[in-house]
């Protein structure tokens, strides 16, 4: 009996395609979790204790070192421990918690000895790593009250391995019926360098105005010491305390020259997912010389992502002064939605 030719070209097609899918199988990286779930994808990323799978079945994951029993990637890597030292590696497979590497190196680490895979130049001690956002809202409405506003943010950040600059700059203006309500600017300025262990220490510098609070001109400049807390948790806190000498000049009221007190609390979090964050930004001065003199402003929000890096943001931002020259509010307080592109 004769075979069709084209039952000989669908068998010989399935067998291909089994091959390649075989093929395409053996070539997946793979990762055993400590409850024996299996991860089947492709190896993206290791950092800040987490291994990043691409997978087809969902998606992008996030799996915390400590929970992986083996691991095996196929591809050329990159590792850098936390004693310092870089490794190359063709393959690498990770059983009974223990690095094994390719047949070229006699390392013998364990898991939780590795810091990152494939880290970037900046984290090797090369060059800075930039990164930043700059957003703004426009508010416009016509009618009984015609109301024009325009409100913009920078916020950009180099960091190395060993320090960080931080540059910001905010402002904000309004009118309602052709008449000029608010306007203000703050730019601001820092350098952190990083200590062993969790610490830091940096200088800080700023300078603002607000014409509708009587402020010409407020600056300060000051040093202080910082530290990062629970980086291990889905709410790390960065706190920073210091000294700086303020200077304010005002249109009418008189002028004051103070050294301060100062503090600031930053936290982001990733908690709700799907790339989305969590953020309060605080930051207060005290004079030291004044009991009842105190600067404060508080901003809390979240961002999340739109299309490619354009994120939106919504928040709310307190801004409380006891000394507000008289004839002017003490808390001001602002509701804001934001759009932005971050990189």
């Given at each position: 009996?004769?075979?069709?030719?084209?039952?000989?070209?669908?068998?010989?097609?399935?067998a291909?395609?089994?091959i390649?899918?075989?093929?395409?199988?053996a070539?997946?990286?793979?990762?055993e979790?400590?409850?024996?779930s299996?991860?089947i994808?492709?190896?993206?990323?290791?950092?800040?204790g987490?291994?990043?799978?691409?997978?087809?079945?969902a998606?992008?994951l996030?799996?915390?070192?400590s929970?992986?029993?083996?691991?095996?990637?196929?591809?050329?890597?990159?590792?850098?421990?936390e004693?310092?030292s870089?490794?190359?590696?063709?393959?690498?497979?990770?059983?009974?918690?223990?690095?094994?590497?390719?047949?070229?190196?006699?390392?013998?680490?364990?898991?939780d000895?590795?810091?990152?895979i494939n880290?970037?130049?900046?984290?090797?001690?090369?060059?800075?790593?930039?990164?930043g956002?700059?957003?703004?809202?426009f508010?416009?409405?016509?009618?009984?009250?015609v109301?024009?506003?325009?409100?913009?943010?920078?916020?950009?950040?180099?960091?190395?391995?060993?320090?960080?600059?931080?540059l910001?700059?905010?402002?904000?203006?309004?009118?309602a019926?052709?008449?000029?309500?608010?306007?203000?600017?703050m730019?601001?300025?820092?350098?952190?360098?990083?200590?062993?262990?969790?610490?830091?220490?940096?200088?800080?510098?700023?300078?603002?105005?607000?014409?509708f609070?009587?402020l010409?001109?407020?600056?300060?400049i000051?040093?202080?010491?910082?530290?990062?807390l629970?980086?291990?948790?889905?709410?790390?806190?960065?706190?920073?305390?210091?000294l700086s000498?303020v200077?304010?000049d005002?249109?009418?009221?008189?002028d004051?020259?103070?050294?301060?007190?100062t503090?600031?609390l930053r936290?982001?979090?990733?908690?709700?997912?799907?790339?989305?964050?969590?953020?309060?930004d605080?930051?207060?001065?005290k004079?030291?010389?004044?009991?009842?003199?105190?600067?404060?402003?508080?901003?809390?929000?979240?961002?999340?992502?739109?299309?490619?890096?354009?994120?939106?943001a919504?928040e709310l931002v307190?801004?409380?002064?006891?000394g507000?020259?008289?004839?002017?509010?003490e808390?001001?307080q602002t509701?804001?939605?934001r759009l932005?592109?971050?990189?």
């Amino acid at each position: 009996m004769t075979i069709p030719h084209t039952q000989i070209l669908a068998s010989l097609a399935l067998a291909l395609f089994m091959i390649a899918s075989a093929g395409a199988q053996a070539s997946m990286d793979r990762v055993e979790l400590l409850n024996g779930s299996l991860i089947i994808g492709r190896f993206i990323d290791a950092d800040n204790g987490k291994v990043t799978m691409e997978t087809e079945f969902a998606g992008t994951l996030k799996i915390d070192q400590s929970r992986i029993a083996s691991m095996d990637v196929t591809s050329s890597l990159t590792l850098q421990m936390e004693d310092g030292s870089v490794l190359e590696t063709s393959t690498l497979v990770v059983a009974d918690q223990t690095l094994a590497l390719d047949d070229t190196s006699d390392a013998n680490y364990a898991i939780d000895q590795l810091t990152r895979i494939n880290p970037e130049p900046w984290e090797l001690g090369r060059g800075y790593k930039p990164s930043g956002i700059a957003s703004t809202a426009f508010t416009l409405q016509r009618g009984n009250t015609v109301l024009e506003e325009l409100d913009y943010k920078l916020e950009a950040r180099w960091r190395s391995l060993y320090d960080r600059y931080t540059l910001r700059l905010d402002g904000e203006m309004r009118e309602a019926n052709r008449t000029r309500t608010a306007e203000n600017w703050m730019i601001a300025g820092k350098y952190d360098r990083f200590q062993v262990g969790d610490y830091y220490w940096g200088i800080a510098a700023s300078a603002e105005e607000n014409r509708f609070a009587d402020l010409d001109l407020r600056t300060s400049i000051g040093p202080y010491v910082g530290r990062n807390l629970l980086e291990d948790t889905p709410f790390p806190l960065e706190l920073e305390t210091g000294l700086s000498q303020v200077n304010e000049d005002f249109a009418n009221d008189a002028d004051r020259s103070y050294v301060g007190l100062t503090w600031s609390l930053r936290s982001e979090s990733d908690y709700l997912g799907n790339d989305s964050r969590l953020f309060v930004d605080h930051k207060g001065v005290k004079n030291l010389a004044e009991r009842n003199n105190l600067i404060l402003n508080t901003t809390v929000g979240l961002t999340f992502p739109l299309i490619g890096q354009i994120q939106g943001a919504t928040e709310l931002v307190l801004d409380y002064n006891s000394g507000a020259v008289a004839g002017t509010e003490e808390l001001d307080q602002t509701y804001r939605i934001r759009l932005g592109y971050s990189w």
